[in-house]
């Protein structure tokens, strides 16, 4: 605090001394540099790992970890990350936001006070926990119209096989199903409204990207006249406009009371009552701001379930073997469940069917283990010194991750242990997608490793008190995307005729900062069955 203070008082004696050029700007930008100068954390005595590559992957997370398994360790990212010992999840993962902050460290990723995107508002956080979460059942039934629309729509007649890129049509489907509960029809279905809340998240990113060309102590000078602010900043005025006469409905056919599910309607549109119900007596009347809370959920919510679903579909098309065992246990449950028709209809699954499909529950869970959304898991920053275990100390500011990655494929995890597993279990370094399923029969591990299931040894969805909180919507939209695809569809990798599949012929994931991703180019084969 003395440096600092001794640094600002030496600039400011030369911002105001005979130095006519230097403007109180000027001073203002030499005061901010100065300070994030000073606010750097303190170098970490800790191994480091380098990279082999321009990026870390699996192998570099794999070989660190089995290197330090209790031992903290530092990746040369930017800001660098520790990666933590297993050890220390149960001790971290509940810590309050003024030790570990996951606020703190999004809001940095996505340089949030220029993009705006970089915290869920409490409002949307309490309608997925307290109303999302609570009525699935309720909006089920429409969902499944809407997948068969969104198929028929985006995939078009394929009488025959048919060639496709997989990734840009399913991110579509995803937009439609999410927006049919989010906003609800007609606007669900536009394709201007689904053209923005794609493509905010590419424009964020590209935001971002323009404001890493500049110093951070300069950001907040040059951000206001960067195109690629003034873009996302239009999405989201755009997107006040399209939801305006949406809100305005809403607020007058309820009395901005009481919001319930409209069951004529199959609960499209629901999620807008809900979040209003939350919002304060200002921003419920405000489209602007309910807008930027709606595409700040379809931020979150449609890129990452489209490629968690689109990695499945690429793991059952290089497995074939798995197709029949899941399209018999899904005729079942329907065989079970759904005789209650209506004419022109077809059978729809309810919230209890989707339970009884563990084997397609347990083929999720098993792609996501080998394909995450990412290497590593509760990302946070430190907000105070913080103490471990290990017997180290990390200072304020310190960025600290767990090695998910690493986790889910360790033969040392006791979820992947030989001795927990039944004898015909495959190493966790394998892919077997009725991993889970078979767990799952042994006595005692019934209601255990379901695919929203979080623990120390599942992590993709987060452990603690920032876990996901939109998973259990999320598996309800992947497995039924599952189901449509796998009931009414042929499907193959391409130029795979004869139908074998292959794991080395699967696209492989793409990896660039601890983010695995799909191949966007990646095409497969579809064919209606008749």
């Not at 005692?444 to 909180?469: D, V």
């Amino acid at each position: 605090m003395v440096l600092k203070s001794a640094l600002l008082a030496e600039v400011k004696a030369f911002a105001l001394g005979p130095h006519a050029f230097l403007s109180a700007a000027a001073f203002l930008v030499v005061a901010y540099f100065i300070g994030y100068l000073i606010k750097r954390p303190p170098g970490l005595n800790l191994p480091v790992i380098d990279r082999k590559g321009t990026t870390y992957g699996p192998k570099d997370l794999l070989e660190a970890s089995r290197k330090y398994p209790d031992t903290p360790y530092v990746l040369q990212t930017s800001p660098p990350l520790v990666v933590l010992p297993p050890s220390t999840i149960e001790e971290v993962r509940n810590l309050p936001e003024n030790q570990v902050s996951f606020i703190k460290d999004v809001r940095r990723m996505f340089a949030a006070e220029h993009t705006g995107i970089g915290e869920v508002p409490a409002e949307l956080i309490k309608a997925i926990k307290f109303d999302l979460n609570r009525n699935l059942a309720s909006i089920l039934d429409g969902l499944q119209e809407e997948i068969r629309y969104a198929f028929n729509k985006e995939f078009g007649p394929c009488e025959d096989w048919t060639t496709i890129k997989l990734f840009g049509k399913l991110t579509r489907v995803v937009a439609l199903l999410s927006s049919f509960v989010f906003v609800g029809r007609p606007l669900s279905r536009e394709g201007e409204w689904l053209d923005l809340i794609i493509t905010y998240t590419t424009s964020v990113l590209a935001a971002r990207n323009a404001l890493l060309n500049y110093p951070m102590f300069v950001r907040p000078f040059i951000a206001p006249f960067l195109k690629e602010i003034k873009k996302i900043k239009n999405y989201r005025t755009r997107g006040g406009e399209l939801l305006d006469p949406i809100v305005k409905a809403r607020l007058v056919r309820k009395n901005n009371e009481n919001f319930q599910i409209d069951d004529s309607q199959s609960g499209q549109g629901a999620f807008i009552s809900w979040a209003i119900r939350h919002m304060g007596d200002k921003d419920r009347v405000d489209p602007l701001v309910l807008a930027t809370q709606q595409i700040v959920l379809s931020f979150a919510a449609i890129h990452t379930t489209s490629m968690a679903a689109w990695h499945a579909i690429f793991d059952l098309a290089c497995r074939p073997e798995y197709i029949q065992p899941l399209r018999d246990e899904i005729n079942k449950v329907i065989t079970e469940d759904c005789q209650d028709v209506e004419e022109e209809s077809f059978p729809k699954l309810k919230k209890g069917s989707l339970t009884k499909l563990q084997k397609l529950d347990s083929f999720l869970k098993e792609s996501q283990r080998l394909s995450p959304p990412g290497l590593t898991s509760n990302t946070r920053v430190t907000t105070a010194p913080l103490s471990l275990s290990t017997g180290h100390t990390l200072p304020k500011g310190t960025r600290i991750c767990f090695p998910s990655y690493a986790i889910h494929t360790s033969p040392l995890s006791t979820t992947f242990s030989p001795s927990y597993n039944p004898p015909s279990a495959k190493p966790p370094s394998e892919f077997d997608g009725f991993r889970f399923y078979n767990l799952r029969t042994m006595e005692g591990k019934e209601n255990l490793h379901q695919f929203t299931t979080t623990s120390t040894e599942s992590l993709n969805f987060g452990h603690g008190n920032h876990a996901c909180a939109g998973r259990f919507f999320a598996s309800d939209e992947m497995k039924l995307i599952l189901v449509e695809l796998l009931r009414n569809w042929d499907f193959r990798l391409k130029g795979n005729v004869n139908g074998i599949g292959g794991e080395d012929k699967r696209p492989q994931n793409l990896f660039g900062d601890l983010v695995v991703l799909p191949d966007p180019r990646a095409e497969i084969e579809l064919r209606r069955k008749v």
